[in-house]
Nanobody, 119 residues
């Protein structure tokens, strides 16, 4: 099993910045990729940004140029730097990891962290 713990959410004014962190822990796992998703009230969960262990990244069009995903493979940690935040970025942000444990692939999720952007 892989446990994901997010931190860094909070309340910020429009135009401000926040940095989310997600640390993976457990035993015997090997992460393939990690990502951030978000879900606003009444909306479906959507991919915000993803990063592979090799460092390839992808972003939702709505956050390109404002958000940056990065990782520290040695710490099994992924970060999401969010700049120029907008009220429409308000959502619960979830960390996600794809990882192998004993040769079997699994999809793991954190508990979520609230990001609220006031206008």
């Amino acid at each position: 099993q892989v446990q994901l713990v997010e931190s860094g959410g909070g309340l910020v004014q429009a135009g401000g910045s926040l940095r989310l962190s997600c640390a993976a822990s457990g035993s015997g796992f090997s992460i393939v990729a990690m990502a951030w998703h978000r879900q606003a009230p009444g909306n479906q969960r959507e991919l915000v940004a993803g990063i592979t262990r090799g460092g390839s990244t992808n972003y939702a069009d709505s956050v390109k140029g404002r958000f940056t995903i990065s990782s520290d493979n040695a710490k099994n940690t992924v970060y999401l730097q969010m700049n120029n935040l907008k009220p429409e970025d308000t959502a619960v942000y979830y960390c996600n990891a794809g990882a192998f444990i004993s040769g079997r692939f699994g999809d793991y999720w954190g508990q979520g962290t609230q990001v609220t952007v006031s206008s």
